[in-house]
């Protein structure tokens, strides 16, 4: 155990200790920060989700020179532990993990301890500060211009163990609120809190819930915090931003989608008053009897389903008085037969009355879900012209790989949905939904759909052995259904799009989306005995089809960025981003065409000359780069080496004259702790 002479005080008092005084937010914040200004005051650059700035000092003339302006470490890189005297302990990560688990041998799953190099957080920068939180959910704000550290505050979320997530200690950003006067910082915890902190301080927000923090499991059925059985547990974490309207703080939440029991925690959607903590309002996106949609839950599903939230971003016009929330799928993912029905509003886009929390409108782009297809990311608003109309449009990308566009304040499609018909199931006990809604504009943005004819051929030899490959799998267009032998299914369970969203540019309508070719092998089976489950049948994994040398299974492209222009529905651009695939050394004698697969899940940048996207590869030593896109054409422009893999992704901020792009990475060596990168020119 440590001694007292390991002792510290608190880390943000030591550290606000050292800082001169932070700036007051000036004159020109009374209305609010705004790319326009230069900074970046949301994940998503605006309530938008637009991931767009104005700002044109770096350009295609001079991307190629920009240089590393300063490197910051994680805040994990510096943790604190209350000892059993009620003491602060300062060390870093390592440390303070080995002595939990020493501790506690039991602390986490598996045994593994937080991944502090998880580090996917997009900083925000207001008045000169950048601010965002790491994988075990300690928060930090840096000089923008310096990358000096202003505060720390460490919730120690992870003395609690384990988050019960199938993705776990991640942290993709915080949320900044002012009045004008008072600033504060927001963010959600693995353990289930929303925390607010003074913004020039690191305090806590007095007066905000309990000490600056509200327990967000507080009142959810079936909650129970502290669990480690993952298959079982009934437990809440945040992993991505809280979401700032008004005077509301809006939380997303990750709720287990892996389990053995058919009881889970419902994902409600609540808003919080930004200055007290206390409930404003609840959307119960599982309905009860007598409210809307409850009928698409047959024998009485609603009342033990659970899961159905938003755990990625949202986005908000403040005009229009509307918060647009992305849902997810129903627990268990993979296996409906105990939730017949529809299952509203899973896998949903929701239209959500900002002051009263009641539903505007929705639309379900999966209905039953069977296969993860979670809406992944924020849905973009833009204002777009179709048939010489103007319309103010929202447009969702999905992991299916599917823009859905509808006008944002009426919820009428921009162009027609169709109801297709899909393969049914023949798992006992399941009904998988008969038909499912597609866009008919724009076409499809990734690959759709697993058959014979989409496996790899670069040659007659390559072929052949992706089509002995499969055999054994179940093969078939998209939404073909989970099966006992196993069924692959293109897009996978990760998507074609994700978490990092699509970009769109307020001047021309179009719309960037980057994508992976990804597949996964979906198979279910009858619970095993000591699981005492009450599902008919579980997710059980199968391995996937497997190639020599790492060949692909499938045609390339493996990763792409697509140009879609909204006004019109078309494509105009798609170009492989990378040549991963293209390197491996049975594939590099024939002399491929770039196939992609140089990419993270790093999200896309838009300036006003730039579309911004980072590679793991083909920098000047083959290492990661940030790259930049002509807009128009997707022709690559130029590159910039980077220190590490982008894990987080960019923005762009302009300090004193001088613009910035600011991410996170994660560079090589196994004792590497990930850093928050600026670039700026010479």
Same mark, same amino acid.
């Given at each position: 155990?440590?001694?007292?002479?390991?002792?510290?005080?608190?880390?943000?008092? #030591?550290?606000?200790?050292?800082?001169?005084?932070?700036?007051?937010?000036?004159?020109?914040?009374?209305?609010?920060?705004?790319?326009?200004?230069?900074?970046?005051?949301?994940?998503?650059?605006?309530?938008?989700?637009?991931?767009?700035?104005?700002?044109?000092?770096?350009?295609?003339?001079?991307? =190629?020179?920009?240089?590393?302006?300063?490197?910051?470490?994680?805040?994990?890189?510096?943790?604190?532990?209350?000892?059993?005297?009620?003491?602060?302990?300062?060390?870093?990560?390592? $440390?303070?993990?080995?002595?939990?688990?020493?501790?506690?041998?039991?602390?986490?799953?598996?045994?593994?301890?937080? @991944?502090?190099?998880?580090?996917?957080?997009?900083?925000?920068?207001?008045?000169?500060?950048?601010?965002?939180?790491?994988?075990?959910?300690?928060?930090?704000?840096?000089?923008?211009?310096?990358?000096?550290?202003?505060?720390?505050?460490?919730?120690?979320?992870?003395?609690?163990?384990?988050?019960?997530?199938?993705?776990?200690?991640?942290?993709?950003?915080?949320?900044?609120?002012?009045?004008?006067?008072?600033?504060?910082?927001?963010?959600?915890?693995?353990?289930?809190?929303?925390?607010?902190?003074? #913004?020039?301080?690191?305090?806590?927000?007095?007066?905000?819930?309990?000490?600056?923090? +509200?327990?967000?499991?507080?009142?959810?059925?079936?909650?129970?915090?502290?669990?480690?059985?993952?298959?079982?547990?009934?437990?809440?974490?945040?992993?991505?931003?809280?979401?700032?309207?008004?005077?509301?703080?809006?939380?997303?939440?990750?709720?287990?989608?892996?389990?053995?029991?058919?009881?889970?925690?419902?994902?409600?959607?609540?808003?919080?008053?930004?200055?007290?903590?206390?409930?404003?309002?609840?959307?119960?996106?599982?309905?009860?009897?007598?409210?809307?949609?409850?009928?698409?839950? #047959?024998?009485?599903?609603?009342?033990?389903?659970?899961?159905?939230?938003?755990?990625?971003?949202?986005?908000?016009?403040?005009?229009?008085?509307?918060?647009?929330?992305?849902?997810?799928?129903?627990?268990?993912?993979?296996?409906?037969?105990?939730?017949?029905?529809?299952?509203?509003?899973?896998?949903? *886009?929701?239209?959500?009355?900002?002051?009263?929390?009641? &539903?505007?409108?929705?639309?379900?782009?999966?209905?039953?879900?069977?296969?993860?297809?979670?809406?992944?990311?924020?849905?973009?608003?833009?204002? *777009?012209?179709?048939?010489?109309?103007?319309?103010?449009?929202?447009?969702?990308?999905?992991?299916?790989? @599917?823009?859905?566009?509808?006008?944002?304040?009426?919820?009428?499609?921009?162009?027609?949905?169709?109801?297709?018909?899909?393969?049914?199931?023949?798992?006992?006990?399941?009904?998988?939904?008969?038909?499912?809604?597609?866009?008919? &504009?724009?076409?499809?943005?990734?690959?759709?759909?697993?058959? *014979?004819?989409?496996?790899?051929?670069?040659?007659?030899?390559?072929?052949?052995?992706?089509?002995?490959?499969?055999?054994?799998?179940?093969?078939?267009?998209?939404?073909?259904?989970?099966?006992?032998?196993?069924?692959?299914?293109?897009?996978?369970?990760?998507?074609?799009?994700?978490?990092?969203?699509?970009?769109?540019?307020?001047?021309?309508?179009?719309?960037?989306?980057?994508?992976?070719?990804?597949?996964?092998? +979906?198979?279910?089976?009858?619970?095993?005995?000591?699981?005492?489950?009450?599902?008919?049948?579980?997710?059980?994994?199968?391995?996937?089809?497997?190639?020599?040398?790492?060949?692909?299974?499938?045609?390339?492209?493996?990763?792409?960025?697509?140009?879609?222009?909204?006004?019109?529905?078309?494509?105009?651009?798609?170009?492989?981003?990378?040549?991963?695939?293209?390197?491996?050394?049975?594939? $590099?004698?024939?002399?491929?065409?770039?196939?992609?697969?140089?990419?993270?899940?790093?999200?896309?940048?838009?300036?006003?000359?730039?579309?911004?996207?980072?590679?793991?590869?083909? =920098?000047?030593?083959?290492?990661?780069?940030?790259?930049?896109?002509?807009? &128009?054409?997707?022709? $690559?422009?130029?590159?910039?080496?980077?220190?590490?893999?982008?894990?987080?992704?960019?923005?762009?901020?302009?300090?004193?004259?001088?613009?910035?792009?600011?991410?996170?990475? &994660?560079?090589?060596?196994?004792?590497?702790?990930?850093?928050?990168?600026?670039?700026?020119?010479?």
């Amino acid at each position: 155990m440590p001694n007292d002479s390991r002792r510290s005080t608190p880390v943000w008092m #030591a550290l606000t200790a050292m800082v001169v005084g932070v700036v007051a937010l000036s004159a020109q914040h009374a209305s609010g920060p705004s790319t326009a200004r230069g900074e970046w005051p949301t994940y998503g650059g605006d309530l938008a989700g637009s991931k767009y700035s104005p700002l044109d000092q770096i350009h295609a003339g001079n991307f =190629g020179q920009l240089r590393v302006a300063w490197r910051a470490r994680t805040p994990d890189a510096v943790l604190t532990m209350t000892l059993s005297n009620g003491a602060e302990w300062t060390a870093g990560a390592r $440390e303070i993990f080995a002595e939990l688990n020493r501790l506690n041998p039991k602390r986490w799953r598996d045994g593994q301890p937080p @991944f502090v190099s998880n580090f996917k957080a997009t900083p925000l920068m207001v008045g000169g500060t950048l601010y965002l939180n790491s994988p075990s959910s300690v928060a930090a704000a840096y000089d923008a211009r310096t990358g000096a550290v202003r505060w720390l505050y460490n919730p120690k979320s992870y003395e609690a163990g384990t988050t019960t997530m199938t993705a776990r200690w991640n942290q993709r950003g915080v949320a900044y609120w002012t009045d004008g006067s008072e600033e504060r910082i927001f963010w959600g915890t693995g353990d289930g809190y929303l925390v607010a902190v003074d #913004a020039r301080t690191g305090r806590p927000s007095t007066g905000f819930g309990v000490n600056g923090r +509200v327990d967000l499991m507080q009142g959810l059925p079936r909650a129970r915090r502290g669990e480690r059985d993952y298959l079982n547990a009934l437990t809440y974490s945040v992993q991505s931003p809280p979401f700032v309207v008004g005077d509301l703080v809006v939380t997303p939440a990750s709720i287990s989608s892996l389990v053995s029991k058919k009881e889970q925690i419902p994902g409600w959607i609540r808003a919080f008053d930004v200055r007290t903590g206390r409930v404003r309002w609840t959307f119960r996106t599982i309905p009860a009897p007598g409210e809307f949609g409850v009928e698409t839950w #047959a024998e009485d599903s609603w009342a033990y389903s659970g899961k159905v939230t938003v755990w990625s971003m949202f986005s908000a016009d403040e005009e229009l008085g509307l918060l647009y929330a992305p849902t997810n799928t129903v627990a268990p993912d993979y296996y409906g037969g105990h939730r017949p029905g529809d299952n509203l509003f899973a896998e949903s *886009i929701l239209a959500i009355d900002v002051k009263t929390g009641r &539903r505007v409108w929705h639309f379900q782009t999966v209905h039953h879900g069977l296969w993860d297809y979670d809406n992944p990311a924020a849905p973009n608003l833009l204002d *777009i012209t179709v048939g010489g109309k103007r319309i103010k449009a929202l447009a969702q990308i999905t992991k299916q790989g @599917f823009v859905y566009t509808f006008d944002r304040a009426t919820g009428a499609p921009v162009w027609p949905i169709e109801e297709r018909p899909v393969p049914p199931s023949d798992v006992p006990g399941e009904r998988a939904a008969p038909t499912q809604p597609f866009p008919t &504009r724009p076409a499809p943005f990734e690959y759709q759909g697993a058959t *014979i004819d989409d496996l790899v051929d670069f040659t007659p030899e390559i072929r052949a052995m992706a089509v002995k490959a499969v055999q054994g799998y179940r093969l078939g267009p998209l939404f073909t259904p989970p099966s006992i032998e196993g069924t692959i299914q293109r897009p996978g369970t990760s998507g074609g799009g994700n978490w990092s969203g699509a970009a769109v540019d307020p001047e021309t309508g179009m719309m960037y989306v980057p994508s992976h070719q990804g597949w996964s092998v +979906v198979r279910v089976a009858p619970p095993e005995p000591e699981l005492k489950s009450n599902l008919r049948y579980v997710q059980r994994p199968r391995p996937g089809p497997t190639m020599p040398g790492g060949l692909p299974l499938f045609k390339p492209p493996y990763s792409r960025m697509t140009g879609i222009d909204m006004n019109t529905g078309e494509h105009v651009w798609m170009v492989p981003t990378g040549n991963g695939v293209g390197r491996l050394p049975l594939l $590099e004698p024939l002399d491929l065409p770039p196939l992609g697969g140089d990419t993270t899940l790093s999200g896309p940048l838009l300036t006003k000359t730039l579309l911004v996207y980072a590679l793991t590869a083909g =920098g000047r030593s083959d290492g990661p780069r940030l790259v930049a896109y002509d807009k &128009r054409t997707g022709r $690559e422009l130029a590159s910039v080496d980077l220190p590490g893999v982008a894990v987080g992704t960019p923005m762009t901020y302009l300090l004193d004259d001088t613009q910035y792009i600011a991410l996170t990475v &994660r560079p090589q060596g196994a004792d590497a702790l990930p850093e928050l990168v600026a670039l700026s020119l010479p």
